[in-house]
């Protein structure tokens, strides 16, 4: 673990009350060691560590179950996962199967490029465009399908929430560029992170527009990148869960440059 300076305040409300918690930037059961010190007020606390278990359990459970990643419960852990059997006559059958049977997979969402970057509003519409990327271990799902006899298997999918995940991504880049102490920006996630209701694509998106890729092992970089076209330029954070698996890299627009420091590259 690796702890960083005290921050003496809460990084996402700005307070300062007699007690503070240690933030992991990076989730500890996704690998994170970095910590910063005394930078959560409870009530904070509270609302990211929502963020944190919803993403961890409900979206992330069986992937990292299945990569044996660490869990601070893991006694909890489910020992069987449910699969369905499609037969060759079409009829379908439920199966639970060990952990140890059942194939990885992962499933996200991904993301046009995030809206502000692009110069655009959020968008106040219903309709919002949202992909799925997903993978899949193909030699454990055939190795199901030989056992059972079955023409094939449909794995379950596990619960994607978008706006949880982007307010998730949200809080780590925000924190992240707060433990790195990148200087002179004015901070743009913090109400996103604690609940404002605004389009989620405006500050997070996907990585294509930017083809960056993180270096680092945990799977978690952060760069400036000064924008050419708008003035006076971002703090922009990229972030991928299980780089091993080239899962999607997201981005989060987590700051701008002060108009007196941000360099305009024109
Ligand atoms: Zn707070």
């Not at 560590?49 to 893991?74: C, D, I, N, W, Y």
């Not at 949880?164 to 102490?181: D, G, M, P």
């Amino acid at each position: 673990m690796r702890a960083l300076k005290a921050a003496n305040f809460c990084i996402y409300c700005g307070g300062m009350p007699e007690r503070l918690t240690d933030e992991h930037v990076f989730p500890y059961a996704l690998g994170g060691e970095l910590v910063v010190p005394k930078s959560s007020c409870p009530k904070c606390a509270e609302k990211t560590s929502r963020l944190e278990l919803f993403v961890l359990r409900r979206m992330f459970g069986k992937a990292r179950a299945k990569l044996q990643m660490r869990s601070r419960r893991p006694d909890k852990r489910p020992k069987e996962h449910s699969i369905t059997l499609i037969m060759a006559d079409g009829s379908e059958i439920d199966r639970l199967v060990s952990i140890d049977d059942y194939p990885f997979h992962f499933t996200c969402p991904i993301y046009s490029p995030a809206r502000a970057l692009r110069g655009l509003l959020p968008n106040e519409g219903q309709v919002r465009k949202i992909g799925i990327w997903s993978t899949c271990d193909e030699d454990q799902v055939h190795r199901l399908r030989l056992r059972y006899g079955a023409a094939d298997v449909s794995l379950h999918m596990t619960d994607l929430n978008s706006t949880v995940l982007c307010r998730f991504l949200a809080k780590i880049a925000h924190s992240y560029a707060f433990a790195t102490e990148v200087q002179d920006y004015i901070p743009l996630t913090r109400e996103f992170i604690l609940g404002l209701d605004i389009d989620p694509n405006f500050l997070v998106g996907c990585e294509d527009a930017f083809k960056i890729v993180p270096t680092s092992d945990d799977g978690l970089f952060l760069r400036t990148w000064i924008s050419r076209s708008h003035y006076p330029g971002f703090v922009v954070a990229f972030i991928q869960f299980f780089p091993s698996r080239d899962a999607p890299v997201y981005h989060v627009l987590v700051g701008m440059m002060h108009p007196s420091t941000g360099r305009h590259s024109g």
